[in-house]
Structure formats: C-alpha cells, structure tokens
C-alpha cells in the first residue's frame, strides 16, 4: 500500500499527530543505535530472553538498528485524517485494482475456498483486504522493519511502550523463523508481508495455511489468506451477514448525530428517523447500525448504515473510510468475477 496512504500496522494504530522530533539524527539513517544507552532497550532483551531468544542474539540485531527520522514524520501523514471519501476510494477503486483481484483468485482458488470454509469469511473480502494493503503483495514496503519499530520504540514521545512491544515481537518472530531481521522490510509502522500485520497481530493471528511448517506472510500469498481469514474471524465476522445498508438522508449532514464511527453499531432506527435518514430497505425493530456520512466528488452526501461486519473491518484498519473502500473493493471484484464466469459460460 504506498506509504503515504498507509495507517500504522492492520488498522491498529490512529494517525498521531504532533510535534514529532528525533534530535539525534541529523539526516536520514544517521542515528546509529546502542541498546546500552537505552534501559528500555535493555528490558526488552531481559523479555526475550526470558522467552527463549538469547540476549547476545537480541543484542547484535538491536545494534544493526538505524534510527530514522523519515519514520516519525510518516507517521503524522496518514490520509484517513486528510482524505474526503471520494478521494480515499479513487485511489484503491480502478479498474486494474479490480482486475488484479479476480486474477488473485483466479491464481488461489483453493485457499480461498478453504478460508471460507474454515473461517467464515468471504473470498471477496480476503481478496479486497490484500489488495487494499499491498496490491495483492506488489507493494509490501520498503522500511526496514528493524529500524522502523527501533526508531519508534526508543524515539517517539508518546507511543514508544506501544512499539516496544511490536520490536520485541518482531524479534521472537525472526529468532523463531530463523530470519534475518534486519533483511525484512514494511511499512514505516512495522506492519509487514501480503496482509501488513503488526508484529503482534503477527504472533496471535497468522497461521500455516499450507501446513509446510512455517507461518510465512512476508512471501506465502496462502498463508496471508489464511491470517486475513483468522483475524476476521477472531474478531467476531458474521458468516453470510451484511456489512451495511444504504440509506437516505438530508443534504447536509445531520446535527447531534454521531456518524463515521469505528465502534460497534449502537444508532436504533427512531434515532435515524429523527435525524431524516430513511434506510434502504426495511429493517427489523431493535437493529442497531453505525451511521456513515460519505462526501461524493460532486460535494453531495451519501449515507450508509455500517453492521457489525462493517465494525469488525474497522478492527483491521481504525478508519471507516478504510472499512468502506475495502467493502467496495470486494463487491466490485464479486461483480467482474461473476461477470467474467457468465461470459466463459456463453
């Protein structure tokens, strides 16, 4: 996914914004690192080694780490806090990126099929989540991991413990894989491979889905299909339930409505019909939907009404214009996929 559209690692991080500095970097890759100036650095290692990776091993990898001043600001830049919709979809919503998604499927049949089978969870979804973060793995990153997860840990002003987790895991991952940490790259938030997992979502969610051994997301298309899976599913998707609704609604966008929000659906109907959203179809008495607000190029609103499969997209990526372009992205590759099966079938 290019780097300045790219939230921090599988939805879990928001935009951070702030005065973000790093005085000891002069320029770009200057800020050589010594895990002996830093304590923290020191009880990571403590961690690890407490869980079976060798202190010395932590040590030389933590010291081949380059602090990098283009990873903070990065991370003040993410587009879901800039972007209106029309132009957050007409960056992943083209025609090659439609193409391309049926051609994934078209190549990994089998374990899509056996995703759904085993998790739950649509082929078109899956599809749309990898094509969404890397354009089907084209686009995996180019950040070195080690340095990416270093620089935040040690660096940033708010969220170092957060990240010192992510780097401890990192390295248990590459101690356990027999990887060379400093060989692998992703995005500026350490968010890696086809499905752009955080280390830590990496450890709980990724699994070996064709049974080799390893849990591979870096090079193993099935295995991401799998964890993309696996992490829809630990969330709570709903086998064959709707992610949204669309819905009616006034011109401008109502007053004392919360709408766009990443949490579960809570907004009951006679709060909809108060506030001049009529849904799009009749719903039962006691739903409860998100309301989305979507702004089209011509300045016009759109409404939808997010479900709880809506909410479990946004556990992905924390941004509901993120949790939408994957939803149109998938019905967009169901649709030329349907399409191009009922030509073959002429």
Not at 194 to 215: C, E, K, M, N
Not at 221 to 231: C, H, M, Q, T, W
Not at 316 to 322: A, D, F, R, T
Request: charged share 20%; net charge negative.
């Amino acid at each position: 996914m290019s780097k300045a559209i790219r939230m921090a690692g599988v939805g879990i991080l928001g935009a951070l914004i702030g005065s973000l500095t790093l005085p000891l970097m002069a320029e770009e890759g200057s800020g050589v690192f010594n895990p002996d100036d830093y304590p923290q650095a020191q009880r990571l290692v403590k961690g690890l080694e407490a869980k079976g990776v060798p202190a010395e091993w932590a040590n030389h990898q933590l010291r081949q780490a380059k602090l990098r001043q283009s990873v903070l600001d990065a991370m003040a830049g993410a587009a879901e806090r800039h972007l209106a919709w029309h132009e957050y979809r007409d960056i992943f919503i083209t025609d090659q990126r439609i193409e391309e998604g049926v051609a994934f499927q078209q190549a990994h049949d089998d374990a899509l099929a056996k995703a759904e089978a085993v998790y739950g969870v649509p082929r078109d979804i899956i599809t749309a989540i990898i094509g969404v973060e890397t354009y089907y793995g084209r686009y995996r990153g180019s950040h070195p991991v080690l340095d990416s997860l270093a620089t935040l840990a040690f660096e940033h002003p708010t969220r170092g413990e957060f990240f010192t987790r992510e780097l401890a895991a990192f390295l248990q991952i590459a101690h356990e894989q027999q990887v060379d940490p400093a060989t692998l790259s992703g995005s500026y938030a350490g968010a890696m491979g086809y499905p752009q997992f955080i280390p830590t979502s990496y450890q709980a969610y990724a699994v070996d889905f064709d049974d080799d051994g390893l849990r591979d997301l870096w090079n193993n298309p099935v295995d991401a299909i799998g964890s993309v899976a696996n992490y829809f599913a630990e969330h709570g998707w709903q086998e064959d339930g709707a992610i949204y609704y669309s819905a009616e609604g006034p011109a401008s966008a109502p007053e004392g409505l919360a709408v766009n929000q990443i949490t579960p659906p809570g907004t009951s109907l006679n709060t909809l019909k108060k506030a001049g959203i009529t849904p799009g179809m009749s719903l039962e008495e006691g739903v409860a939907v998100s309301p989305l607000v979507l702004t089209q190029d011509d300045g016009t609103l759109s409404y939808r009404l997010g479900l709880h499969n809506f909410y479990v997209i946004t556990r992905y990526n924390h941004s509901h214009l993120y949790a939408m372009a994957v939803t149109e992205l998938a019905e967009a590759i169901g649709d030329a996929t349907s399409q191009a099966q009922g030509e073959s079938d002429l």
